[in-house]
């Protein structure tokens, strides 16, 4: 069970005794903190010796910024994959929201970690996730820029809006449980008409 | 300087030794988190001795507890007011987010850790502080019926249309530093416009 989520977490991580542990890692980080988490509590998790983990990974910190690049740089895949699917701002707005929305809501506990722990980063890895975000705010500060010149979207400033945007999936990480009522996926729905809305365009006219 | 910051914070705690414990609990837990957090380290932080901090506060818990009750209950003091400012839905959920952001973006220290440290408390007092944001979002909730049943909001699921508004908000206490461009009451305004426009109210006519 828990080998083939870490496989579906992280197809591109080898050897599996790497994705074991920062599945480990993201469910220790989640639960207690960064900082309240020690690598033996990690190897322990993954049932390994800390010998083992220093293996794959050369500390706690190492480990950290392997979880947060990877679910950033999935992050920055899906937005900009859902941007190039259409060439109308409202349709691709709607594309990025609902994926967005649908990950933060899927992979709430991976999330969490890669949202809430980026302070915990030492200042060179935090640079690299710090370029990747910018590069997610980009895209969407972007389409609403492309929207508004379109006459599609009403924005007063498209730095706070893309904000605003991303805001609402972020947070749906914060309270996302296994219990949630609604589906990743109907939640992604919803909140793409609550986007569209917030930016001024019609989600009528743009159907998911 | 921290003294008076700590008046200003909890005005209604006293003794001042009790709220220089708090906001140092503040201070230690959004920086490395509550687990990783000692009452030793809360102790020195506000200069006194571990034994000092029992005096006010029995445990490491009951500390959080003190600080994350007391968030809750500002945020909803300060939301049931802006409810009933204003008779017409659009013009009190607009004061509701300007309000509920500019909070979370002057008081971002400790709105992270209210937000962010729920799983830390222990069950009976997370009972009390869950009851606590359960009245803030009913308050929310009922606006939005309120407002879609006058004709002037429009939302196909209330619940979860409330939980986005207050999203938009809680996000904010993430992002928001000192070195942000934006004043909170600035950034309170604009998405309490963004709110409105995303419950399908037109904000021109219902103006700051």
Sequence with gaps: MTMSLSAELWPDVQPDAARRLMLA??????????HATTTRDIATNAGMSPAALYVHFPSKAALLFAISRSGHEQALELVRTAAESADAPTRAMREIVERFVAWHARRHTIARVVQYELGAL???????????????????????VKGANAGVFTVSDPMTAARAVLSLGVDVARWYTDRSRKS?????????????????????RSPS
């Design 25 to 34: 890692g993201v469910e220790s980080f989640a639960q207690r903190g960064y």
């Design 122 to 144: 030492p200042e060179k890895e935090y640079r690299v996730v710090a370029e990747l975000r910018r590069d997610i705010e980009r895209i969407v500060h972007d389409l609403v």
């Design 184 to 204: 990743p996926t109907a939640l992604g729905r919803e909140y793409g008409e609550l986007a569209l809305r917030m930016l001024g365009a019609d989600p009528a």
